[in-house]
């Protein structure tokens, strides 16, 4: 019985590593920006592994103005690593940073279905942030923290880190609305 519970606890840890690997926001036509980024993330018994992350971010309306909302979609496009055992569900907040005209944050949140063992965890986040000053705004991803239910296991949750150097996985201009008619001419 005890090893069965190691094991079970070992494949449960395993479960989360990869599932973090997932997780690091379709609102509107704007184009995406593709992007790699390498988080380290701990793993309840198995601890800290290494993870690329492959994924495009996408922001709408793409002409932004202080005030009002902007909607982004995280998309994991490829993963590293696969799921050794089935994941009922899963669930994942990850903070997104930005800077340049602004310097501030704000979380994406997305939840996932069943996933086969040996296959790529994918799935989406959404969130939005409101901009308060015009410019240029890049955003980062930050903290990813993973929860993923496993049968007879229950939920276990991994934290990931991005390391550096953070890649900017999109950039939004934000603008007055006279300038936006403008260009539209």
Not at 69 to 96: G, K, M
Not at 123 to 129: E, V
Request: glycine letters at 8%.
């Amino acid at each position: 019985m005890t090893k069965s519970i190691r094991r079970n606890t070992v494949t449960a840890a395993t479960v989360i590593a990869i599932g973090g690997t997932a997780v690091v926001a379709p609102y509107g036509p704007a184009e995406a920006s593709s992007f790699s980024a390498t988080y380290t993330c701990s793993v309840p018994v198995l601890g800290s592994r290494p993870v690329t992350i492959n994924g495009r971010l996408t922001a709408s309306p793409e002409r932004a103005t202080p005030g009002r909302p902007v909607r982004f979609q995280l998309h994991i496009s490829r993963l590293n690593l696969r799921t050794p055992v089935a994941i009922d569900s899963w669930t994942a907040v990850a903070e997104i940073d930005v800077t340049g005209a602004q310097s501030t944050s704000f979380r994406m949140t997305g939840t996932g279905g069943p996933v086969t063992p040996r296959q790529p965890i994918s799935g989406d986040l959404f969130g939005s942030w409101t901009p308060r000053a015009h410019g240029t705004d890049h955003f980062r991803g930050a903290n990813v923290a993973l929860t993923a239910k496993v049968a007879r296991i229950g939920r276990l949750t991994a934290g990931c880190t991005p390391t550096k150097p953070r890649p900017v996985m999109e950039t939004v201009t934000v603008t007055s609305p006279s300038a936006r008619q403008n260009t539209d001419l």
